[in-house]
């Protein structure tokens, strides 16, 4: 069993910067791939980023690609995501979810815990 908590959103204006943590817990942190997802009201959830087990293997949505940095600290039960250059187009509730195997899942039903979420506004 894994339980996650988000946290780091807020609001900032575009062209910002944000960096949203999640912690877990469970001493099997390690062995879960992780994964950020959003929502943004009345949108499907759409896929951001996910990191494998190790920290290796990382695939990111085409939206985010060379504004978003996914990454690990194993020692410390967390993944992080870096958000630079935000968009209004960003605003969304920003989950993160762990997955019981080692590579990187961009489909959200195969992952197998989800956190609460973290509200992120980008204004214009």
């Known amino acids: 069993q894994v339980q996650l908590v988000e946290s780091g959103g807020g609001l900032v204006q575009a062209g910002g910067s944000l960096r949203l943590s999640c912690a877990a817990s469970?001493?099997?942190?390690?062995?879960?791939?992780m994964g950020w997802f959003r929502q943004a009201p009345g949108k499907e959830r759409e896929f951001v980023a996910a990191i494998s087990w190790s920290g290796g293997s990382i695939v990111y949505g085409d939206s985010v690609k060379g504004r978003f940095t996914i990454s690990r600290g194993n020692a410390k039960n967390t993944v992080y995501l870096q958000m630079n250059s935000l968009k209004p187009e960003d605003t969304a509730v920003y989950y993160c979810?762990?997955?019981?195997?080692?590579?990187?899942?961009?489909?959200?039903?195969?992952?197998?815990?989800w956190g609460q979420g973290t509200q992120v506004t980008v204004s214009s």
């Open positions: 469970g001493r099997t942190f390690s062995r879960y791939a």
């Open positions: 979810a762990a997955d019981e195997g080692r590579t990187p899942v961009v489909i959200d039903e195969w992952y197998n815990y």
